[in-house]
Nanobody
């Protein structure tokens, strides 16, 4: 069974950093594109970033450019989040599919999410 699991979320103060991880089981994540999404209460899900299987980064949301960095190794994709702001508070979810253009599809492989809370 193909599964993704996110980790690394938590409660931090504004300006601090977190690194999220998205790990795969049951399949080789290195052959998939992986996207990070986030969903805050009462808001629509937002695409944060995506990385292709070859390591090419296809986009960052304008709201996170210059603060967040996506990267990957063999079976894990990371999201380094620096200079966190209260508006970054959300559940962060990763998803995997063949292409970044299809990673948001409901047929992609989705994790369950990890909570990130930025508050003083």
């Amino acid at each position: 069974q193909k599964e993704l699991a996110e980790s690394g979320g938590g409660l931090v103060q504004p300006g601090e950093s977190l690194r999220l991880s998205c790990s795969a089981s049951g399949f080789a994540l290195n052959t998939y594109a992986v996207g990070w999404f986030r969903q805050a209460p009462g808001k629509e899900r937002e695409g944060v970033s995506c990385i292709r299987n070859d390591g090419t980064i296809t986009f960052y949301a304008d709201s996170v450019k210059g603060r967040f960095t996506i990267s990957r190794d063999y079976n894990t994709v990371y999201l380094q989040m620096n200079s966190l702001k209260p508006e970054d508070t959300a559940v962060y979810i990763c998803a995997a599919d063949v292409l970044c253009s299809t990673v948001s599809d409901r047929r992609a492989i989705w994790g369950r999410g990890t909570q990130v809370t930025v508050s003083s």
